[in-house]
């Protein structure tokens, strides 16, 4: 073979693994935008911490096999960093998840996920404070810009009312379940490097030992009611928490962690969606704020745009 033919295969090769790159990362944010849909299905027969008990319960054991056989951890020197996992494990698994589905007990996952749109504009204050990171003027308009599309999201358009009436639970949780997913990220950028897959495994099996307990505390875990709710529980365990993270992972051996986490944007966007396509009511202010939050984060996220270009 010339080293022409092998330049152009050399470069055919490296293009079909960033299309596969970049399928992954749709795939990811896909499923992990039907935690909204198919979680608050299943919060009508089911309480946030049973939910949370049985997605991690399901999700453990194939996080654990796969970890173990593909990225070959050595498990002792992983669980020598147990107070970082155990830190990542209470806010981003336990408090998160708790938290978004307690919010979606009381607002509707179109509001829920625009709200949550606002968190990589408070990750990206959050990292300027806590890791020093440099905040440019741009990325400051970007957060106002982001905070007007909040404000426009929680108010439905209507100021009045909504001075009058204030903010309802469901938004006060989602605002919570942003604060605790920066926390999540922050820690994440300091702990020490582990393989991904095997760090989510330990994660998840943390998770359960700190929820079990509560749960049988308080009434022991409830048991999904129905086959429609036993499947979207299963959907749950599957999709946003196993095969969204392999995805993810996938991804992030071709394209830089920087680059990749400009599609967790796709989020909302897949999750406004799916709810129009089930035909969900909606205002002209969600659709109006929403817009205005993509934009915000879109300029608060304008050089990590530019390097994914």
Known sequence: MSVGSLGAAQDASARRSLVIAVLSLLGATLFWASNYIVGEAVLKTMD???????????AAVPL?????????????EVLRAWPWLLALSCTGLVGYNLTLYAALQYSDAFSASLINAFNPAVIAVAAAVFLNQRLTSTGIWGVVIALVGVFVVVSGGDVGAFLEAGFGIGQLLMFGAVGIWTAYTIIGR???????????????????????????????????????????????????????????????AVIPAARAGVFLNLITVFTVAFTLLAGQPFTIGQLVGGAIVIVGVVVANAQAFRRAA
């Open 48 to 58: 946030p911490l049973s939910l949370v008990l049985w997605r991690w319960t399901l």
């Open 64 to 76: 654990l096999a796969i970890a173990h056989f593909v990225e070959r951890p050595k498990w002792r």
């Open 190 to 252: 300091r702990s020490p490097p582990l393989p991904p897959i095997t760090s989510t495994s330990i994660q998840a099996v943390i998770t359960v030992l700190l929820v079990a307990p509560v749960t049988l505390a308080t009434g022991g875990p409830q048991l999904p009611v129905s086959a429609e709710a036993l499947t979207s529980l299963l959907l749950i365990a599957v999709f946003p928490s196993v095969l969204s993270y392999l995805l993810w992972n996938r991804a992030l």
